[in-house]
Protein backbone atom coordinates (compact mmCIF):
# COMPACT_ATOMS: atom_id res chain seq x y z
CA UNK A 1 0.00 0.00 0.00
CA UNK A 2 1.24 3.63 -0.45
CA UNK A 3 1.44 5.38 2.22
CA UNK A 4 2.27 9.14 2.62
CA UNK A 5 5.48 10.19 4.33
CA UNK A 6 4.23 10.96 7.49
CA UNK A 7 0.76 10.42 9.07
CA UNK A 8 1.25 12.75 12.14
CA UNK A 9 -2.45 12.77 12.98
CA UNK A 10 -2.47 9.58 14.85
CA UNK A 11 -3.28 10.95 18.32
CA UNK A 12 -5.70 9.35 20.74
CA UNK A 13 -8.76 12.01 19.22
CA UNK A 14 -7.75 11.16 15.79
CA UNK A 15 -7.65 7.11 16.54
CA UNK A 16 -10.86 7.96 17.63
CA UNK A 17 -12.14 9.10 14.54
CA UNK A 18 -10.68 6.80 12.44
CA UNK A 19 -13.07 4.19 14.35
CA UNK A 20 -15.61 5.86 14.52
CA UNK A 21 -14.94 5.97 9.94
CA UNK A 22 -15.19 2.00 10.76
CA UNK A 23 -11.25 1.78 10.85
CA UNK A 24 -9.91 -0.72 13.07
CA UNK A 25 -7.11 -0.10 15.44
CA UNK A 26 -5.02 -2.56 13.90
CA UNK A 27 -5.02 -0.26 10.90
CA UNK A 28 -3.95 2.63 12.29
CA UNK A 29 -0.97 1.97 14.93
CA UNK A 30 2.87 1.47 13.68
CA UNK A 31 2.63 -1.52 11.43
CA UNK A 32 2.08 1.13 8.75
CA UNK A 33 3.89 4.08 9.64
CA UNK A 34 7.76 3.86 8.36
CA UNK A 35 9.30 2.37 11.61
CA UNK A 36 12.22 4.17 12.94
CA UNK A 37 15.68 3.80 11.47
CA UNK A 38 14.18 0.89 9.18
CA UNK A 39 13.94 2.18 5.03
CA UNK A 40 10.51 3.56 4.21
CA UNK A 41 9.06 1.89 1.49
CA UNK A 42 9.90 4.30 -1.26
CA UNK A 43 6.02 5.78 -2.75
CA UNK A 44 5.08 3.62 -5.34
CA UNK A 45 2.56 5.90 -7.57
CA UNK A 46 0.71 3.70 -10.04
CA UNK A 47 1.59 4.46 -13.05
CA UNK A 48 -0.85 4.49 -15.77
CA UNK A 49 -0.14 2.48 -19.17
CA UNK A 50 0.27 5.85 -20.72
CA UNK A 51 2.32 8.76 -20.08
CA UNK A 52 0.78 11.64 -18.38
CA UNK A 53 1.19 14.83 -19.97
CA UNK A 54 3.58 16.69 -18.07
CA UNK A 55 2.23 19.83 -15.99
CA UNK A 56 4.01 22.79 -14.08
CA UNK A 57 4.04 22.58 -10.37
CA UNK A 58 0.96 24.08 -9.05
CA UNK A 59 0.89 27.54 -8.35
CA UNK A 60 -0.62 27.79 -4.80
CA UNK A 61 -2.94 30.53 -4.22
CA UNK A 62 -1.53 32.53 -0.73
CA UNK A 63 -3.65 31.09 2.42
CA UNK A 64 -7.03 32.84 3.01
CA UNK A 65 -8.07 35.27 4.79
CA UNK A 66 -8.88 33.73 8.33
CA UNK A 67 -12.48 34.76 8.50
CA UNK A 68 -14.16 31.79 6.43
CA UNK A 69 -16.92 32.35 4.61
CA UNK A 70 -20.13 31.64 5.18
CA UNK A 71 -21.87 28.13 4.36
CA UNK A 72 -23.27 28.42 1.04
CA UNK A 73 -26.20 25.87 1.50
CA UNK A 74 -28.79 25.22 -1.54
CA UNK A 75 -30.96 28.16 -2.67
CA UNK A 76 -34.57 27.03 -3.67
CA UNK A 77 -34.73 25.93 -7.30
CA UNK A 78 -35.27 28.59 -9.48
CA UNK A 79 -38.33 28.46 -12.13
CA UNK A 80 -36.66 26.41 -15.43
CA UNK A 81 -36.15 29.26 -17.71
CA UNK A 82 -33.08 28.30 -18.93
CA UNK A 83 -31.55 31.20 -21.05
CA UNK A 84 -30.87 29.72 -24.41
CA UNK A 85 -26.47 29.18 -25.13
CA UNK A 86 -25.71 30.61 -21.84
CA UNK A 87 -21.98 31.00 -21.90
CA UNK A 88 -21.22 29.08 -18.38
CA UNK A 89 -17.56 29.83 -18.23
CA UNK A 90 -18.45 33.53 -17.71
CA UNK A 91 -21.26 32.78 -15.13
CA UNK A 92 -21.03 34.22 -11.55
CA UNK A 93 -22.20 31.71 -8.54
CA UNK A 94 -25.51 33.37 -8.66
CA UNK A 95 -25.83 32.81 -12.18
CA UNK A 96 -24.54 29.66 -12.47
CA UNK A 97 -26.66 28.12 -9.55
CA UNK A 98 -29.43 29.62 -11.44
CA UNK A 99 -28.15 27.95 -14.43
CA UNK A 100 -27.48 24.95 -13.03
CA UNK A 101 -31.05 24.82 -11.56
CA UNK A 102 -32.84 25.68 -14.76
CA UNK A 103 -30.99 23.24 -16.75
CA UNK A 104 -32.63 21.72 -19.78
CA UNK A 105 -29.39 20.18 -20.95
CA UNK A 106 -30.26 16.52 -20.92
CA UNK A 107 -32.56 14.39 -20.02
CA UNK A 108 -32.02 14.55 -16.39
CA UNK A 109 -33.67 17.41 -16.00
CA UNK A 110 -37.01 15.75 -16.68
CA UNK A 111 -36.49 13.09 -13.50
CA UNK A 112 -35.02 15.59 -11.11
CA UNK A 113 -36.81 17.27 -8.08
CA UNK A 114 -34.14 18.96 -7.28
CA UNK A 115 -30.87 19.88 -8.94
CA UNK A 116 -27.79 19.90 -6.82
CA UNK A 117 -25.17 22.52 -7.59
CA UNK A 118 -22.65 22.14 -4.49
CA UNK A 119 -22.66 23.29 -1.17
CA UNK A 120 -19.58 24.77 1.23
CA UNK A 121 -17.00 27.90 1.69
CA UNK A 122 -16.31 29.54 -2.06
CA UNK A 123 -12.69 30.00 -1.44
CA UNK A 124 -12.37 26.71 -0.15
CA UNK A 125 -8.57 24.46 0.53
CA UNK A 126 -10.77 21.32 -0.35
CA UNK A 127 -12.96 20.33 -3.29
CA UNK A 128 -14.31 17.05 -3.11
CA UNK A 129 -15.85 15.98 -6.19
CA UNK A 130 -18.53 13.04 -6.03
CA UNK A 131 -20.83 11.40 -8.59
CA UNK A 132 -23.99 12.74 -8.53
CA UNK A 133 -26.98 12.85 -6.57
CA UNK A 134 -28.69 10.23 -4.77
CA UNK A 135 -32.48 10.33 -3.64
CA UNK A 136 -32.21 12.31 -0.87
CA UNK A 137 -29.67 14.61 -2.60
CA UNK A 138 -32.22 15.16 -5.29
CA UNK A 139 -34.96 15.75 -2.15
CA UNK A 140 -32.63 18.20 -0.67
CA UNK A 141 -30.69 20.11 -2.90
CA UNK A 142 -27.29 19.41 -1.11
CA UNK A 143 -24.77 17.21 -2.22
CA UNK A 144 -23.87 13.63 0.17
CA UNK A 145 -26.54 14.37 2.58
CA UNK A 146 -27.48 10.46 2.62
CA UNK A 147 -25.19 7.33 4.49
CA UNK A 148 -22.39 7.44 1.96
CA UNK A 149 -22.40 11.97 2.58
CA UNK A 150 -22.53 10.52 6.55
CA UNK A 151 -19.20 8.51 5.67
CA UNK A 152 -17.90 11.22 4.11
CA UNK A 153 -18.77 14.16 7.15
CA UNK A 154 -16.32 11.31 9.12
CA UNK A 155 -14.18 11.20 7.07
CA UNK A 156 -13.97 14.95 6.84
CA UNK A 157 -13.68 15.12 10.74
CA UNK A 158 -11.06 12.71 11.09
CA UNK A 159 -8.87 15.37 9.10
CA UNK A 160 -10.21 18.20 11.10
CA UNK A 161 -12.34 19.31 8.41
CA UNK A 162 -16.07 20.12 8.19
CA UNK A 163 -18.42 20.17 5.19
CA UNK A 164 -18.54 24.35 4.76
CA UNK A 165 -15.44 25.14 6.36
CA UNK A 166 -12.68 25.04 4.00
CA UNK A 167 -14.43 22.89 1.87
CA UNK A 168 -16.48 22.32 -0.75
CA UNK A 169 -18.59 19.52 -2.07
CA UNK A 170 -19.89 18.99 -5.25
CA UNK A 171 -20.56 16.50 -7.87
CA UNK A 172 -20.19 15.49 -11.94
CA UNK A 173 -23.48 15.46 -12.54
CA UNK A 174 -25.99 17.84 -10.90
CA UNK A 175 -29.00 16.14 -11.44
CA UNK A 176 -29.78 12.22 -10.02
CA UNK A 177 -29.76 9.45 -12.81
CA UNK A 178 -32.86 7.53 -12.38
CA UNK A 179 -32.70 4.71 -10.14
CA UNK A 180 -29.26 6.27 -8.93
CA UNK A 181 -28.09 4.16 -12.44
CA UNK A 182 -24.39 5.34 -13.76
CA UNK A 183 -23.98 8.87 -15.44
CA UNK A 184 -24.09 8.57 -18.91
CA UNK A 185 -20.95 9.76 -20.94
CA UNK A 186 -23.51 12.49 -22.39
CA UNK A 187 -24.84 13.38 -19.44
CA UNK A 188 -21.21 13.91 -18.06
CA UNK A 189 -20.07 15.90 -21.27
CA UNK A 190 -23.57 18.12 -20.89
CA UNK A 191 -22.71 18.76 -16.90
CA UNK A 192 -18.49 18.89 -16.99
CA UNK A 193 -19.31 23.00 -17.89
CA UNK A 194 -21.04 23.49 -15.02
CA UNK A 195 -18.04 21.93 -12.41
CA UNK A 196 -15.32 23.59 -14.55
CA UNK A 197 -16.58 26.66 -13.86
CA UNK A 198 -17.39 25.96 -10.36
CA UNK A 199 -13.48 24.98 -10.16
CA UNK A 200 -12.48 27.99 -12.12
CA UNK A 201 -14.68 30.26 -9.21
CA UNK A 202 -13.59 27.81 -6.11
CA UNK A 203 -9.79 27.67 -6.96
CA UNK A 204 -9.73 25.10 -4.42
CA UNK A 205 -6.18 24.37 -3.17
CA UNK A 206 -6.34 20.55 -3.65
CA UNK A 207 -8.93 18.30 -5.44
CA UNK A 208 -9.96 14.57 -3.90
CA UNK A 209 -12.06 12.99 -6.68
CA UNK A 210 -14.39 10.23 -5.62
CA UNK A 211 -15.06 7.25 -7.64
CA UNK A 212 -14.65 6.21 -11.18
CA UNK A 213 -16.68 9.13 -12.84
CA UNK A 214 -15.19 12.36 -10.64
CA UNK A 215 -11.49 10.55 -11.46
CA UNK A 216 -12.38 10.08 -15.42
CA UNK A 217 -14.00 13.43 -15.72
CA UNK A 218 -11.33 15.44 -13.96
CA UNK A 219 -8.06 13.20 -15.11
CA UNK A 220 -9.54 13.51 -18.62
CA UNK A 221 -10.66 17.43 -18.77
CA UNK A 222 -7.15 18.08 -16.36
CA UNK A 223 -5.22 16.29 -19.95
CA UNK A 224 -3.91 13.62 -17.05
CA UNK A 225 -5.28 11.07 -18.91
CA UNK A 226 -6.56 10.48 -22.48
CA UNK A 227 -10.63 9.26 -22.69
CA UNK A 228 -9.92 5.75 -23.99
CA UNK A 229 -7.03 5.36 -20.70
CA UNK A 230 -9.53 6.55 -17.92
CA UNK A 231 -11.89 4.91 -19.58
CA UNK A 232 -10.14 1.26 -19.37
CA UNK A 233 -8.32 2.04 -15.94
CA UNK A 234 -9.54 0.79 -12.72
CA UNK A 235 -10.09 2.93 -10.18
CA UNK A 236 -7.25 0.80 -8.11
CA UNK A 237 -4.76 2.43 -10.76
CA UNK A 238 -5.50 5.74 -10.71
CA UNK A 239 -5.39 6.05 -6.74
CA UNK A 240 -2.55 6.90 -4.41
CA UNK A 241 -1.18 9.25 -6.64
CA UNK A 242 -1.23 13.20 -7.41
CA UNK A 243 -1.64 14.32 -10.27
CA UNK A 244 -1.86 17.99 -11.76
CA UNK A 245 -4.69 18.71 -13.46
CA UNK A 246 -4.97 21.71 -16.01
CA UNK A 247 -8.01 22.74 -15.24
CA UNK A 248 -8.85 25.86 -17.29
CA UNK A 249 -6.57 28.31 -15.89
CA UNK A 250 -5.61 26.81 -12.84
CA UNK A 251 -3.05 23.75 -12.39
CA UNK A 252 -4.42 21.95 -9.39
CA UNK A 253 -3.22 18.91 -7.31
CA UNK A 254 -5.82 15.74 -7.73
CA UNK A 255 -6.07 13.01 -6.01
CA UNK A 256 -8.50 9.86 -6.56
CA UNK A 257 -9.78 8.10 -4.33
CA UNK A 258 -12.76 5.36 -3.53
CA UNK A 259 -16.40 6.76 -3.36
CA UNK A 260 -18.04 6.89 0.23
CA UNK A 261 -21.06 4.61 -0.89
CA UNK A 262 -18.02 2.03 -2.52
CA UNK A 263 -16.49 1.92 1.26
CA UNK A 264 -20.07 1.13 2.87
CA UNK A 265 -19.98 -2.00 0.67
CA UNK A 266 -16.44 -2.70 0.85
CA UNK A 267 -15.19 -1.48 4.09
CA UNK A 268 -11.74 -3.32 4.02
CA UNK A 269 -10.63 -0.77 1.15
CA UNK A 270 -11.39 2.20 4.03
CA UNK A 271 -7.67 2.10 5.08
CA UNK A 272 -6.84 2.55 1.36
CA UNK A 273 -8.92 5.59 1.06
CA UNK A 274 -7.49 6.97 4.73
CA UNK A 275 -4.47 6.77 3.14
CA UNK A 276 -5.26 8.33 -0.16
CA UNK A 277 -6.89 11.36 1.79
CA UNK A 278 -3.77 11.66 3.98
CA UNK A 279 -2.30 11.76 0.57
CA UNK A 280 -4.28 14.71 -0.36
CA UNK A 281 -3.43 16.29 3.05
CA UNK A 282 0.28 16.10 2.70
CA UNK A 283 0.17 16.93 -0.96
CA UNK A 284 -1.29 20.17 0.20
CA UNK A 285 1.24 20.49 2.82
CA UNK A 286 4.21 20.46 0.61
CA UNK A 287 2.26 22.67 -2.24
N1 LIG B 1 -23.12 10.13 -4.08
C1 LIG B 1 -22.52 11.13 -4.78
O1 LIG B 1 -21.63 10.90 -5.56
N2 LIG B 1 -22.91 12.36 -4.56
C2 LIG B 1 -23.86 12.66 -3.71
O2 LIG B 1 -24.16 13.85 -3.58
C3 LIG B 1 -24.47 11.61 -2.98
C4 LIG B 1 -24.09 10.36 -3.19
Avoid at 91 to 120: D, M, N, T
Avoid at 135 to 163: C, H, I, K, N, S
Avoid at 181 to 203: D, F, G, K, S, V
Avoid at 236 to 242: N, S
Wanted: aromatic share 4%; charged share 20%.
Amino acid sequence: MTLPRALPWLDERRSAMLAEIGLPPWWQPRALLPRPGAPTEAATPVEPAVPIRAAPPPKMPAPEAPAPAPIERPVAPQPATEAPHTDIATLGWSELEAAIHACQRCALAACRQRAVPGVGERRPTWLIVGEAPGEEEDRQGEPFVGRAGRLLDRMLAALDLQRGHGVYIANVLKCRPPRNRNPEPEEIARCTPYLLRQIALLQPRIVLALGRFAAQTLLVEGGCLPPTEAARAPLGRLRGRVFQARLGELTLPVVVSYHPAYLLRNPVDKGKAWADWCLAAEALGSG
